[in-house]
């Protein structure tokens, strides 16, 4: 099998050791291959190594999670990414985001193949232990060929450790790398694995089975026994994981972050102020997603609203799909109200030509982004706040010439996904946070459970995994109005709970994709219809970097349309 070219395979691998009760990094050295990884030490710094560079890989604000949220039904670029090709399907083979994500992905494939090349001949270790970090290997490994599989299609294959430059590639198809690469590597990972891991942040057979699952669903030669394979697994993880689902005003709590019972995996984070001079990058999604809620009058950066970048914005179709008389996720998920959180301000306004004054002190309300759209007769009653219709409205015309206080909102300002805030930064400046980065929980798994039961033919079964979902997001007394009946759920009704569900998580231009939604859904987003984008079934994949052809002594073929 030839090997790829590419600078990234190269090993350079920053080590680490294990140490305490968490999967903790502490960078001591990049160290070349060979003696080393035939020790223990050397495996278990190594497959500490991996999971530093997945957790990059798939951190919130990296670009694997721009390409897969982009252009979707349900999220848009904020300002701070609003220029970015990718929202609007015109990205080109030298696209940087793309670029990164296919490094990455080879990056971390290399390192797992020098952990599944050296585990067998390394010494000190137990043939337990080195089954488990063979599995943790072998996870990362199918989880970074899924990407680069269902985001550019045939890509070069090799389970061989890369010591060198070589200058070739091959273009294996898909369907070969999921059967030799991906399956062999998940079903091995889910088999040994342990059920409990005894440090905190490494991978349990749980997630094994999770990735198993999600996989078997992402097929494009899916078969009625893949689905029925993949709902076991996730009965499996629901009935025996010892799991619990959780509020949605719960969940995402910073005091429970990562550990609490409805979390099957996630990338550990350290607080920055325990992670000084240690290099790398701590969790920064608590920017991402908010307003910039600081350049209105009375409001100023702080600790309890966050660092906002405006990068990324849920977008009002999926904001308008949530019934906020019973469902109670806007509620939980997001901030839609904003306090004086500065000494004050003199609010000068008028309104039908008369001119007043309101003084605005801290803890009252500056403004508000609500997700239905005020009156006019409803803002006029509230002269003293700034109120910022949603902008799928018509705006509201002003009753006098000089008004100022109508607003909608824009790339800037708008209902922010509060999932991720950080309050517990050193100070409301600081970047890096704390946060873990949760990647399964269990409310996850009940929605794929519903829907590989629903595509495998038995929608009875496929709506007791369905509706726990949204009794678990009803107000108090509202259960029953929120559950749904047979006749009801479909493939639809599916992909808009995943959108209310995980919003800001997981990759919805996958779900999309592995379920033949994209073209229609793709274009229901603003960025897509301000561009005038026409569809193109060559959006199905991203584009070959051009690094990557320039750099193979072989034709390397870019994809269809690019």
């Known amino acids: 099998m030839k090997k790829i070219y590419n600078r990234i395979l190269v090993l350079t691998v920053s080590l680490f050791l294990v140490s305490g009760c968490d999967l903790e990094e502490h960078p001591m050295s990049v160290l070349s291959p060979g003696g080393y990884y035939q020790t223990k030490n050397g495996i278990e710094s190594l497959i500490t190594g991996i999971y530093q560079a997945s957790r990059s890989f798939e951190n919130p604000v990296n670009p694997l999670h721009k390409i897969n949220v982009f252009g979707t039904d349900t999220e848009q670029a904020g300002e701070g990414f609003d220029g970015l090709a990718l929202n609007w399907y015109a990205a080109t083979p030298t696209d940087g985001d793309i670029t990164n994500v296919w490094n990455n992905a080879y990056t971390i494939i290399n390192y797992c193949n020098y952990a599944t090349k050296y585990i067998p001949i390394a010494e000190g270790m137990t043939d337990d232990e080195k089954k488990v970090r063979e599995a943790e290997a072998r996870f990362f490994r199918a989880n970074a060929y899924f990407h680069l599989t269902m985001n550019f299609g045939d890509v070069h294959f090799s389970l061989e450790a890369s010591e060198g430059a070589a200058t070739e590639a091959n273009r294996t198809p898909v369907n070969t790398i999921w059967d030799e690469g991906i399956y062999p590597d998940l079903r091995f990972?889910?088999?040994?694995?342990?059920?409990?891991?005894?440090?905190?942040?490494?991978?349990?057979?749980?997630?094994?089975?999770?990735?198993?699952?999600?996989a078997l669903l992402s097929d494009s030669r899916g078969t009625a026994t893949q689905w029925n394979e993949a709902a076991g697994l996730f009965k499996d993880i629901i009935e025996n994981g010892g799991f619990q689902l959780m509020s949605p005003f719960e969940v995402f709590d910073e005091d429970n972050d990562g550990k609490n019972s409805e979390v099957i995996f996630c990338y550990h984070d350290l607080p920055q102020s325990l992670t000084a001079g240690m290099g790398g990058t701590q969790n920064q999604a608590h920017m991402f997603y908010l307003g910039t809620y600081h350049t209105v009058a009375g409001m100023e950066r702080s600790l309890e609203y966050g660092k906002a970048w405006a990068r990324f914005r849920i977008t009002n179709h999926?904001?308008?799909?949530?019934?906020?008389?019973?469902?109670c996720r806007f509620e939980a998920y997001f901030r839609d109200t904003w306090l004086c959180n500065t000494a004050g301000l003199d609010y000068r306004y008028k309104l039908n030509g008369v001119e007043d004054t309101v003084r605005r002190n801290r803890g009252d309300t500056i403004f508000i982004t609500p997700k239905r759209a005020w009156t006019k007769a409803q803002i006029d009653a509230r002269p003293e706040i700034k109120v910022y219709n949603p902008d799928d409205v018509p705006a509201i015309e002003k009753s006098h010439p000089d008004d100022n206080i109508y607003y909608q909102c824009y790339r800037s300002i708008y209902p922010s996904l509060i999932k991720y805030e950080d309050t517990k930064r050193p100070g409301a400046n600081d970047s890096p946070g704390g946060r873990d980065h949760v990647l399964f929980r269990l409310a996850n798994a009940y929605l794929l459970a519903s829907e590989a039961y629903l595509r495998a033919g038995n929608k009875s079964e496929a709506l007791k995994y369905f509706n726990p979902i949204r009794r678990n997001a009803a107000y108090p007394g509202k259960e029953a109005e929120m559950e749904i009946t047979e006749a009801e759920l479909d493939i639809d009704m599916i992909l808009d709970e995943r959108g209310r569900e995980l919003c800001g998580e997981w990759y919805r231009w996958t779900d999309l994709k592995r379920l033949g939604k994209l073209p229609e859904r793709a274009m229901l987003n603003p960025l897509v219809i301000s561009k005038g984008t026409q569809w193109d079934n060559k959006f199905l994949l991203r584009p070959i970097p051009q690094t990557h052809i320039d750099r193979c002594t072989n034709e390397y073929p870019q994809n269809p349309g690019y």
Do not use: H, V, Y
């Open 189 to 214: 990972a889910a088999n040994n694995l342990p059920p409990n891991p005894s440090q905190f942040g490494r991978l349990s057979g749980w997630a094994g089975k999770f990735m198993l699952g999600f």
């Open 318 to 327: 999926l904001l308008n799909s949530i019934d906020e008389t019973k469902d």
